[in-house]
Structures are given as structure tokens and as C-alpha cells.
């Protein structure tokens, strides 16, 4: 009854090894997937930042241009109707 007790204690002894090695694991898991979230979005919101502001630019150069083409226009325009 001795070695089966002891054999029940060793099978028990390493059931909680391997529970604590794969709690340990778990949490390593989870932490390192929240650090990865956590610089992609990070990441991403730069991106976004960084796409705001060149659609800004491009949108005053659209605009200048736009201006430019407008006063081309007046200008044709009103050389058309002096003729």
C-alpha cells in the first residue's frame, strides 16, 4: 500500500508540475499577445496620423491648383468676350 500511495503522490506531484508549467506558459502567451496588440495599434495609429496629413497636403495643393486652373479660365474667358 506504500509504493501505491507513493506512486499516487508522484502522479500527483507532476500533474501539478505540468499545470503550473502550462499556467506558466498561458500567461506568457497572454502577456506577449497584449504587448503585440499594443504596438500594433500603436503602430497603426501613427499610420493613420501620418495618412491624415498627406491627404491635408494633397488636398491644398488640389485646392491651389484648382485655383490656378480657374483663374486660366477667367482669364481665356474674358480675352473671348473683348473679341
Known sequence: MAT???KQTLVEKTANNV???ATKANDFALG???KVF??????AEKSLNITSTVIKKG???TATQQDLVFDVLNGIKKKISKD
Open 4 to 6: 501505491n500511495k507513493t
Open 19 to 21: 499545470l503550473c508549467l
Open 32 to 34: 506577449t499577445t497584449e
Open 38 to 43: 499594443d504596438t500594433s495599434f500603436k503602430v
Open 59 to 61: 488636398l491644398d495643393i
